[in-house]
């Protein structure tokens, strides 16, 4: 199946410092990615819809301004989460496409804010 | 709106069968997803239903009812390595997915 690599699988930073996610599509084109987020014992949410060469498009209640989405190629999508705090603390996943029928996820990377 | 329920936990020994229940309410319609999650992993994908009917896959078995807003998974022949969480969701359309949250299904010697 198609490959979906995310990077960095986890990640501890101070508060009030910024984050970078990367996902990849290593062996497919996706014009559109989603990211998601998942807190413990809970289900995966949506945050928003990465499109290639334009703006994402983000769920009610998630912040555009402190989760900013880039998706610079067919292949590559960044989150950056800005100015953490630890509320911010989650298991960040991204996914990918291929047709109708099937997502393909990234690793997830664990964010925690101390 | 998306609503999706499906148990939050469920036990079955080695070797047993387990049935895992999904029902949904959704704006739109354009196939359902289960996918299996270890702790601390990324979901993995299991089976895909668009149409009514049951879909096997090895040890694992999907169906469906639109009508219903029904589906279940069926877990076969348990073993220790499916101890895990079973995430039932629904694409609407645009490939988004909207899921429950997760069925814990503990496997007992």
């Known amino acids: 199946g198609a490959v979906v690599s995310q990077h960095p699988s986890w990640v501890i930073c101070k508060s009030g410092t910024s984050v970078k996610i990367e996902c990849r599509s290593l062996?497919?084109?996706?014009?559109?990615m989603f990211w998601y987020r998942q807190f413990p014992k809970q289900s995966l949410m949506l945050m928003a819809t990465?499109?290639?060469?334009?703006?994402?498009?983000?769920e009610q209640g998630v912040e555009k301004d402190k989760f900013l989405i880039n998706h610079a190629s067919l292949t590559l999508s960044t989150l950056t989460v800005t100015s953490a705090h630890p509320e911010d603390s989650s298991f960040y996943i991204c996914?990918?496409?291929?047709?109708?029928?099937?997502?393909?996820f990234g690793q997830g990377t664990r964010l925690t804010v101390v | 709106g998306q609503n999706i329920d499906q148990p939050t936990e469920m036990t079955a020994t080695e070797g047993a069968i387990v049935q895992i229940n999904c029902t949904y309410q959704?704006?739109?319609?354009?196939?359902l997803f289960w996918y299996q999650q270890h702790a601390g992993e990324a979901p993995t994908f299991l089976s895909y239903?668009?149409?009514?009917g049951l879909e096997e896959k090895g040890r694992f078995s999907s169906f469906l009812s639109r009508s219903k807003g029904y589906s279940y998974l069926l877990l076969k022949e348990l073993q220790m390595k499916d101890s895990a969480s079973y995430l039932c969701?629904?694409?609407?359309?645009?490939?988004?997915?909207?899921f429950g949250a997760g069925t814990t299904v503990t496997v007992r010697a």
């Open positions: 996914s990918a496409s291929v047709g109708d029928t099937e997502a393909f």
């Open positions: 062996d497919f084109q996706a014009t559109t």
């Open positions: 990465s499109n290639e060469g334009s703006k994402a498009t983000y």
């Open positions: 959704t704006s739109g319609f354009n196939g």
């Open positions: 239903n668009v149409l009514d």
């Open positions: 969701a629904v694409s609407d359309g645009d490939y988004k997915l909207s």
